[in-house]
């Protein structure tokens, strides 16, 4: 009720790479982001591991003011286990900033958007798939009264929460062109693009090259 509830449904960190500026959302307020130029030396970006699971780690990023001292932290995207994965968030949103949207990915099958913030039962239902982990995946149906429960609460928890929403400014700076070559779908619902037949096998080209890199058994 404290901190889930009646909040934000997610603090989103936006990327311009046109006007080289980082926008960090704090609240809906006139005083609600935080602005730093990109490439700013008031900018460290590194791995952050959890408190509560010590496994999971996502992106973070210290800003520092003028004597070093950290007045302020974000994180950028969603958790993981694989600190590798971080660090390749880290290189798609440099790539993207310095050589843009065409340079940001290797390979024409990674121009997926993967998450969706729309607020739907099915979003938070996928989202729960998620979050519960592959291993008990196969079973979502047999397991669904604790699947479901658990997206059901989700999705009250994202019903009773606002969206957030920059500064006018911000919005203005951002307008784009709709038929922009380089802009890239938006899914419905989460994993939406993950069903195409080419996404799916860049998916498994990639989980094999993970698992050679750590020395893995393939159980694919």
Not at 63 to 88: E, H, K, Q, S
Request: aromatic share 14%; proline share 5%.
């Amino acid at each position: 009720m404290k901190y889930d509830f009646f909040a934000y449904r997610y603090y989103p960190v936006r990327f311009n790479r046109l006007t080289r500026k980082i926008h960090i959302f704090r609240n809906n307020g006139a005083t609600g982001e935080v602005v730093v130029p990109w490439g700013s030396n008031r900018l460290f970006f590194f791995v952050g591991w959890g408190t509560q699971n010590k496994s999971l780690c996502d992106l973070r990023c210290h800003i520092l003011n003028r004597n070093g001292i950290i007045t302020d932290t974000c994180t950028v995207g969603t958790f993981t286990d694989d600190p590798m994965r971080v660090r390749g968030r880290w290189e798609f949103i440099n790539r993207y900033m310095e050589g843009g949207p065409d340079h940001a990915v290797s390979h024409e099958s990674d121009r997926v958007i993967t998450l969706s913030m729309k607020n739907s039962f099915k979003n938070s239902y996928r989202w729960t798939c998620f979050l519960l982990g592959r291993s008990l995946f196969p079973l979502r149906y047999i397991l669904f009264p604790w699947y479901g429960v658990l997206a059901l609460t989700r999705w009250l928890v994202m019903a009773t929460c606002v969206a957030p929403r920059f500064s006018p400014v911000t919005i203005a700076e951002s307008r784009f062109d709709p038929d922009d070559k380089g802009r890239w779908e938006e899914p419905d619902y989460i994993d939406q693009f993950g069903e195409r037949p080419d996404v799916v096998a860049r998916m498994r080209e990639l989980h094999r090259e993970r698992q050679r890199r750590s020395g893995a058994p393939d159980h694919q």
